[in-house]
């Protein structure tokens, strides 16, 4: 061992020895020492080292289990490091040798939450005592105390337990802020908790999301009276409650529905559950398998649900269902509701066609799955969970026979993986063959995954060949990592040849290779194209064989013939995935004909799998792209690798980035066509992220704002050669909030310091100078165009104010409507010491004192008589518009920033944050305005991208309208948020319906109380 892997110092002598002999057998001694030493570090943990590790000298089996851990996991490492309590509350092996019920979870959660500090918040209880919890069971894995079936038992019933604690403290504290939801009988009314995926089934693993549906028993009015008794009714029958109690009740007049009330309860529990704290998120949440998803309601009735299943069901939801189970709140709420669904789920007569759409959708869902499980197929078959072959093979070949068959025999209807797959063999639906093998093969796959998720909890690949590798081969009984790999991809191609016969995959891409064999568009051919999602298959093939010949070259036709055919199968399944395939096919036709040499073209997409899938998909998504790629294939080259790459996120690492792309560009072209050319390029990798998923649409607000102000910055370097000290740039608007969209003009205000410019006429040049460069259309590019008419007396004043010009119009002249223009304001160029001085000046107008009821009415009726001047421009102008929940934000501000200075801020999300956290926004409140903004903003962006007008809100044309839902849902399925949602166009309407009635309902609730605190 080196010196820097050395035991920790409070093992010495014979200690020593024994530690250092047990590390020796670890994979990884060196960092299994130095981890060691990292949870040792802390003084407390020093007597817990006597008594717990060591009999006088002699080592405890507790400190080989101890060793054997940490050689396995990093993230293990860092809890116990982060909490040292996590450790010293274990004291012999034995801590790890029983199994768990909730009883015992209950009892245990109930002391985490008993220690809880003073000033320590209730969610600090549940994630102690969830990770103490996670250790526990992993240590049980790594020493194989218990099978997968029983620990991923475990995990979700430590779940449900902490999803009823935190359900039971959220109720509390709405019960004090809008009264109680009561029966006629006294019996309070209370939310059911189900859950689906594999909490559902009781297989959680230690990463899982929690998949959640909230339902409420019925409708009525909450209580107000003697709110205090009924709170104390409520921890009495509650216990979990108690801790971190609130005793004051918020001041009402009246009672609420119980929809609003059961909906600030599923709001509190999300927060409490799923937003960081000192020790990470207790659990991620994900609500899109309600009703409706997104669009719906969080909180439904049961009749409500039962009624939108009966009449709007999607064969997905019946897969989803038969996981679904009670996992907290209103027990018999809950599971009446399961008994009424089961004849939605579950059909008693199934005929052929039943079982061919079953099959045909089932597959699609899985091999769309599939496609997102890796970059290429390497990375993909090295995922177990959504690789070819993976977890999801499996489930999926499962809940198959469920949905089929449920209705015939009951008894495969509910129950874990492991249940029902057995329960399917002895119901005579799988041979032993098939029975043994994906049982076992389950069990093996959940193992490693267990193990992956230990070193990284977000992660579902077998790590590279490597020294983690080998770690995780021998934590599993291999000799090596090259063992467990054969292992596994054997294990994997059997699973992913059982799914392929059972829901037929090879009949389909027979079907494809034979396309370009006939002379004419056969029947069965022609299905096959319109299963791709073809609406005009004829034409599609005309295209094809248009492919296969080139005219000029008419010796190379043979090659072309094969090479396309070579690539056809997988064309066809990206441009399946695509928002359009059509529009994704006319992307591909126009660069293989735009591409002098088309056999190299097609050699190289033979070769490059991941470039056929991004020119597809990009292309389909977005006409400006389409031609970018189709006239410079080395730029879709470049991108495809550039999209997988985070843009830059400040503005020094955007010129490094222009500096490293610019030193192998042409020199002969001038400064600005360089950096209109690089802007081109910088603004086609941000969108092609936005696009695929990779960024949302608030990342890609802050790269498309990094961008400009690096253009921005690097145009004023170019333009402002000579006498621009004294001259101050701020943004407003927009760009002001750091919230650019792909159509955003640049709203500045440009100053000059008269003190270091006496005379205007240089500063109107240097302005003047800048505006033409930034916004200049040429065959090279454009920058951003700049609007300046936010400046003191508009567009009628010189284009340059002096600096004590506009302080003094402002505090003469100043309109409401320029301190809500100004609460935007934010310093982008200048003497850092004078901009911000300036900044200061000018917010010290905007919020010289707190806005009164005249000046909120006048906001108000400035909102509304936009609305009716700019009535077309629905998106933005509209009722629940976007201006809503800006006027919402920046009147929050000019009633409260005077006496609250944290709350300004000019970035509207940032902004709800701060109103919430006054209390001048409810949670819901809140969060129904955020989730509105973003999902108003990200339709405003991608219809930029389809070349149609985003403030005009969602289009009318329903071919349009289909391909905005294809985007959106390219974007869903490829995107690292977990909680994205598949959309139809209904779900979509249903969405945009319901954001805005929620957001003008806000709106108008808001300005009715002049802002004051709920």
Known sequence: MTDSALPPSCFTGARLTSVSQMLAECRNPEISCVRLGRILQAESTHPWVERALFEADKPKPLLGILCRTLSQSEFLTFILEREPGLLTSFESDHDFSLSSSREVYEKELHQHLASLGPSEPFRLGLARFRLHEVFRIAVRDITRKASIEILSRELSDLADVILQAAYERAYADTLMALGAPRFHNGDFAELAILSLGKHGSRELNFSSDLDLIFLAPAEGRTELENRQATYSEWLAQHPYARYKAESHPSARTRGTEFETFFTEVG???????????????????????????????????????????????????????????????????????????????????????????????????????????????????????????????????????????????????????????????????????????????????????????????????????????????????????????????STMDQVHAIFRTVFRADEEEEAVGKILDQPTLSAQAAESLRSFGFRDPESIFRSLQGLAEDPEAPHLNSKLRRLLKAILPRLLSALRDTPSPEQGWRAFEATCHATPARSTFLSIAEENPQLISFLVTVGAASPYLSSLLSSAL???????????????????????????????????????????????????????????????????????????????????????????????????????????????????????????????????????????????????????????????????????????????????????????????????????????????ELLAWVFSSPADEAVLAEVKGMRLRIGKEKHEQILKAGPGGLLDVEFIAQAGQLRWGTDHPEIRTPNAIRSLEALRDLDV????????????????????????????????????????????????????????????????????????????????????????RGFEKV
Not at 951 to 979: F, I, M, W, Y
């Open 267 to 489: 709001t509190r529990l999300i927060e409490l559950i799923s937003e960081p704290g000192g020790l990470g998120i207790v659990y991620r949440i994900d609500m899109r398998l309600r009703p409706e998803g997104a669009a719906g309601p969080l909180v439904r009735t049961v009749d409500s649900a039962l009624q939108y299943y009966q009449n709007w069901g999607q064969r997905w939801e019946r897969q989803a269902l038969t996981r679904a189970r009670v996992s907290a709140g209103g027990r018999d709420v809950g599971e009446a509701f399961l008994g009424e669904v089961e004849d939605f789920i579950f059909r008693k007569y199934v005929d052929t066609i039943e079982v061919e759409e079953t099959l045909r959708d089932m597959r699609n869902l899985r091999m769309r799955s599939i496609t997102q499980a890796g970059s290429d197929a390497a990375s993909r078959r090295r995922n177990v969970k959504n690789g070819p072959g993976g977890i999801r093979d499996i489930e999926f070949l499962v809940q198959a026979v469920q949905v089929l068959y449920g209705g015939q025999f009951p008894e495969l209807r509910r129950g874990a993986l492991f249940e029902i797959i057995r329960r399917i063999h002895q119901s005579g639906l799988m041979g032993e063959k098939d029975y043994t093998l994906l049982s076992e093969a389950y069990s093996f796959l959940r193992k490693v995954e267990h193990r992956v998720q230990m070193d990284d909890m977000q992660k579902y690949h077998l790590p590279p060949p490597g020294p983690k590798l080998e770690v995780l081969a021998a934590s599993l009984g291999y000799s090596n990592g090259a063992a467990l790999e054969e292992d596994l991809f």
């Open 634 to 840: 080395p730029l879709g080259e470049e991108l495809v690798s550039l999209a997988t790459t985070a843009p830059p996120t400040s503005r020094q690492e955007a010129a490094e980035s222009f500096r490293s792309w610019s030193a192998n560009a042409n020199h002969v072209a001038s400064d600005l066509s360089l950096l209109r050319t690089w802007r081109v390029r910088a603004d086609a990798q941000i969108a092609s992220r936005f696009v695929l998923g990779l960024s949302d649409i608030s990342r890609t607000s802050m790269d498309i704002t990094t961008l400009a102000e690096f253009c921005l910055d690097r145009c004023i370097d170019l333009t402002w050669e000579q006498g621009r000290e004294g001259m101050l740039v701020f943004g407003l608007g927009k760009l002001g909030g750091a919230e650019l969209g792909f159509a955003s003009d640049l709203d500045l205000m440009i100053l000059y310091d008269s003190e270091r410019i006496p005379d205007s006429e240089p500063a109107q040049r240097l302005a003047s100078d800048l505006t033409v460069a930034m916004g200049a259309r040429l065959p090279e590019g454009r920058l951003f165009p700049v609007d300046v008419r936010l400046r003191p007396h508009g567009k009628s004043a010189p284009l340059v104010p002096s600096v004590d010009g506009a302080l003094g119009y402002y505090r003469e002249e100043g309109q409401t409507w320029e301190r809500l223009a100004l609460s935007r304001l934010r310093p982008i160029w200048g003497d850092p010491q004078l901009v911000n001085r300036i900044r200061d």
């Open 921 to 1008: 926004l409810t949670h819901t409140q809140a969060h129904a305005l955020m989730d509105g903004y973003l999902f108003l903003r990200e339709i405003e962006n991608r219809l930029h991208l389809l070349d149609k007008s985003g403030s005009r809100g969602l289009p009318q044309e329903a071919q349009t309208l289909e391909h905005l839902v294809g985007c959106l849902n390219t974007a869903a399925k490829r995107s690292t948020d977990t909680l994205r949602e598949t959309l139809s166009v209904e779900s979509l309407l249903q969405r945009d319906s319901a954001h805005r009635a929620r957001i003008r309902a806000i709106f108008d609730e808001t300005f009715e």
